[in-house]
C-alpha cells in the first residue's frame, strides 16, 4: 500500500488483474466534494465549474479554461471555432485514438495523417508534416502522445510559414511542460486551443470530462457559446436572475459538464502534480530495469524532462511475437495494451476515400506492429513494477 492507493476497493472489478493497466487515485476528499455538490442541490454547470474553470486556467497559466463534457467535445468544438469546413485539410497523427480524427471529421474537413518521427519519438514528424501540407491545409492537430510534448518550436514555425492554425490534444498531458524557444510552458497553452480529456484512465479523472483552453478573448467566446446549444445565457445566469432569457446566436451542442464532476476536477488537479511526479518516478525506474534486454526499445527514453508520463510504451523486436508476448503477461495477472492501431488502417477510415486512405504512413505502420503498453498509474507499487519486469525477462529468456 502507498500513498496513492485508494482504501476499500480490495473486492471491486479492477482487482481481477494483479497489476492492471491503469487504476484510478480517489480518496474521501473526492466522495466529500461531490457529496457537498448534492446536498447543495445544484448539479448543472454553475459555480463550482466556474471555480473548477479557474483553478485549471492558473495551473495552465493560460487566460480562459472552459470545461466540457469530454475531450472529444473540446476537439469538435476547437476545429469548429478555428473554422473548419468541408474541403479543409487538418494534418494530424495516426498514431493516436480515434477522437482525434473523429472530432476533424465532424467539420466536414479531412484529416491528412502525419508520420511519426521514429521508433525513439512517437509524436508527430514536423518534416513530415511539412511535406504533406496543400493548398487546402488549415489546421495542424498535434497529439502529445503518452504525455511528451510534442516539438512544439518546429510545429509553430511551420504553422507561421503556412498560414496553419494548431490544435493541441493534450489529452494524455496536463501538467505536462514543453520547454519552448520563449522558456518552459504547460502543453496546450502555446497554440490556437488546447484540449483536455478527464475520462478515468487519464492523469487526472472526472470520469468523463474535457477542458478547453485559449488564450484567445475570440475564440474563448465562440467556444462558451457552442458548448452550450449557442445559447447566449445559461440555466445559471438565469437562476440566479442575472437574465430572464437568451437568443441564440451560433449552431450549438450539448456539452457541459456538471457540477459534480467539476467537484472532482478541482480535488483531482490537486493531485495531479504529485501523481505526475510518482509516474516520473516509475517510467525511470522501468527504463532503468528494461535497459539491459535486447529484444525490446523504450521510446522517449532520452525525451527532455517535461512529459506528463501517462504511458509507458514499449517496442519489441518481432511484432509476429506481441500476442503471445501480451498473453504470456496476461497469464502472470499483468495487464497490458496497445496505443494504438493507427487510425488511418481502420475500414471507416479506409472506406472514408476513394480507393481507400491514400496515406502510406510507413514508419506508423512498422511501429504501431510492435507497441506494447506497460502498466503505469501512480499507485502501481515498485513490487508490481518489479514482477512486469520479472515476467518480461523471463518471457525472453
Ligand atoms: C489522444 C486522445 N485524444 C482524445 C481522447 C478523447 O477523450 P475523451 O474520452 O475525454 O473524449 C482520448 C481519450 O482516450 C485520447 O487518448
Known amino acids: 500500500m502507498n500513498r496513492f492507493m485508494a482504501r476499500g476497493r480490495e473486492n471491486l472489478p479492477m482487482n481481477v488483474w494483479k497489476v492492471p493497466l491503469v487504476d484510478v487515485v480517489l480518496g474521501p476528499e473526492e ?58 485539410e487538418v494534418l494530424c497523427p495516426a498514431l493516436t485514438f480515434v477522437a482525434s480524427a473523429n472530432a476533424i471529421l465532424y467539420t466536414g474537413a479531412k484529416p491528412v495523417f502525419v508520420d511519426v518521427t521514429g521508433s525513439h519519438d512517437l509524436n508527430l514528424s514536423p518534416e513530415d508534416a511539412a511535406a504533406k501540407v496543400t493548398a ?34 493534450c489529452a494524455h498531458a496536463p501538467g505536462a511542460v514543453y520547454h519552448s524557444a520563449q522558456g518552459p510552458r504547460s ?78 476536477g478541482l480535488v483531482q488537479l490537486q493531485r495531479l502534480e504529485p501523481g505526475n511526479a510518482r509516474r516520473r518516478e516509475l517510467t525511470q525506474a522501468y527504463r532503468a530495469k528494461l535497459k539491459d534486454l535486447a529484444h525490446l526499445e523504450v521510446p522517449f527514453r532520452d525525451a527532455p524532462d517535461g512529459s506528463a508520463h501517462h504511458l509507458f510504451p514499449i517496442l519489441l523486436q518481432d511484432p509476429a511475437g506481441r500476442a503471445d508476448f501480451m498473453a504470456a503477461l496476461a497469464q502472470q495477472g499483468i495487464q497490458t495494451s496497445i ?59
Not at 445566469?237 to 437568451?246: E, I, K, P, T
Open 31 to 88: 466522495i466529500e466534494a461531490v457529496t457537498q455538490v448534492l446536498q447543495s442541490g445544484w448539479l448543472s454547470m454553475g459555480p463550482k465549474t466556474q471555480e473548477f474553470e479557474a483553478h485549471f486556467a492558473q495551473f495552465l497559466g493560460v487566460k480562459h479554461a472552459l470545461a466540457v463534457a469530454n475531450c472529444t467535445a473540446a476537439l469538435h468544438l476547437a476545429c469548429e471555432v478555428i473554422g473548419l469546413s468541408p474541403g479543409d
Open 187 to 264: 502543453v496546450g497553452t502555446l497554440s490556437d486551443v488546447g484540449c483536455f480529456s478527464f475520462f478515468s484512465n487519464k492523469n487526472m479523472t472526472t470520469g468523463e470530462g474535457g477542458m478547453v483552453v485559449t488564450n484567445s478573448d475570440e475564440l474563448a467566446g465562440k467556444i462558451k457559446t457552442s458548448r452550450s446549444h449557442g445559447m447566449t445565457t445559461l440555466t445559471w445566469d438565469r437562476h440566479r436572475g442575472h437574465s430572464f432569457s437568451y437568443d441564440v446566436v451560433a449552431k450549438g451542442y450539448n456539452y457541459r459538464l456538471d457540477e459534480m464532476r467539476a467537484a472532482l
Open 136 to 169: 487546402r491545409t488549415k489546421a495542424i492537430m498535434v497529439v502529445h502522445y503518452g504525455g511528451y510534448p510534442v516539438d512544439l518550436d518546429a510545429i509553430a514555425a511551420l504553422a507561421r510559414s503556412r498560414g496553419l492554425a494548431i490544435i493541441e490534444d
Open 339 to 397: 496505443h494504438y492501431p493507427p487510425v488511418h488502417l481502420f475500414s471507416y477510415y479506409q472506406s472514408l476515400w476513394e480507393g481507400g486512405h491514400n496515406h502510406r504512413l510507413p514508419r506508423t505502420e512498422e511501429i504501431a506492429s510492435r507497441l506494447v503498453t506497460l502498466p503505469l498509474y501512480p499507485s502501481l507499487t515498485m513490487a508490481q513494477l518489479d514482477s512486469v519486469v520479472a515476467a518480461i525477462d523471463a518471457y525472453f529468456r
